[in-house]
């Protein structure tokens, strides 16, 4: 009971979002305000020996005659080439921060439109988590497929894919189990990327597309007609459009 409890907890601080508006009332280290994790987590080698561990925000930078944020992250000792990459990923970060406006530093839900905790959007992304990756709305209904694929994908992203969670809430009941690896209930993420079974599709594919990047390198090496004066970086960048051959 205790662990389940302790899992949604978790849950609950992963939906806040914290708005810095001055710095007083945040933690530098201990919370999530720069990205969806705190820094003590994101940069665990820089927290560790880190003079500032319990510092707020507004403890760790001075304001510039320019206007500029100077920030001032203090260590107990001499840091490693490894950790001065690691702190200058860190200032990278820090130097497009900007606070927002308002008076006063606040909190608000991630996961409702109305920025306000409720109870169903803590469960609904328990049983569905979100990804940190927004889902490409704008590819659904493309023309390099079917309007059949389209809908199934726009099924996809509204979760309405009659996988057996689904038919539960339709109130049809038995054991929930993913019939491909019979390991998991069966949900539309587990399904789609989750599953042993799908995972493997994916690695399938992406091995495919691994292999026409590596043949066209090794025609770009071996000086072919059609590379000619193409640089590795326009090669890197608009592979799929000399290579790839949609499904």
């Not at 994790?37 to 319990?54: M, R």
């Not at 507004?58 to 840091?79: P, T, V």
């Not at 702190?87 to 008076?103: I, N, S, T, Y």
């Not at 909190?107 to 920025?115: D, I, L, P, S, V």
Request: charge should be neutral.
């Amino acid at each position: 009971m205790w662990r389940g409890i302790s899992n949604v907890k978790k849950k609950y601080i992963e939906g806040i979002r914290y708005q810095a508006c001055n710095g007083i009332k945040i933690k530098f280290w201990l919370d999530p305000w720069l990205k969806d994790k705190p820094l003590c987590d994101v940069f665990p080698g820089l927290f560790a020996v880190a003079n500032t561990k319990d510092f707020f925000i507004a403890d760790m930078f001075e304001i510039e005659e320019s206007g500029r944020l100077s920030w001032n992250c203090q260590f107990n000792r001499r840091l490693y080439d490894y950790e001065i990459r690691e702190v200058v990923r860190l200032l990278a970060d820090l130097d497009v921060f900007c606070f927002e406006d308002g008076e006063d530093d606040g909190r608000e839900w991630k996961w409702n439109k109305g920025k306000s905790f409720s109870v169903k959007s803590c469960y609904n992304n328990i049983t569905h988590p979100q990804s940190s990756t927004p889902f490409p709305v704008d590819k659904i209904w493309s023309k390099e497929w079917s309007q059949r694929v389209s809908f199934f994908l726009w099924l996809v992203y509204k979760l309405r894919i009659l996988t057996y969670d689904s038919l539960m809430k339709k109130g049809r009941y038995g054991p929930n189990v993913c019939y491909m690896c019979l390991k998991k209930e069966e949900s539309v993420n587990h399904t789609l990327l989750h599953c042993d079974f799908a995972q493997n599709i994916w690695r399938m594919l992406l091995l495919e597309v691994v292999d026409k990047i590596k043949l066209m390198m090794a025609f770009w090496v071996e000086g072919r007609e059609e590379f000619r004066g193409v640089s590795i970086e326009q090669m890197v960048v608009n592979w799929k459009e000399m290579f790839y051959d949609p499904p």
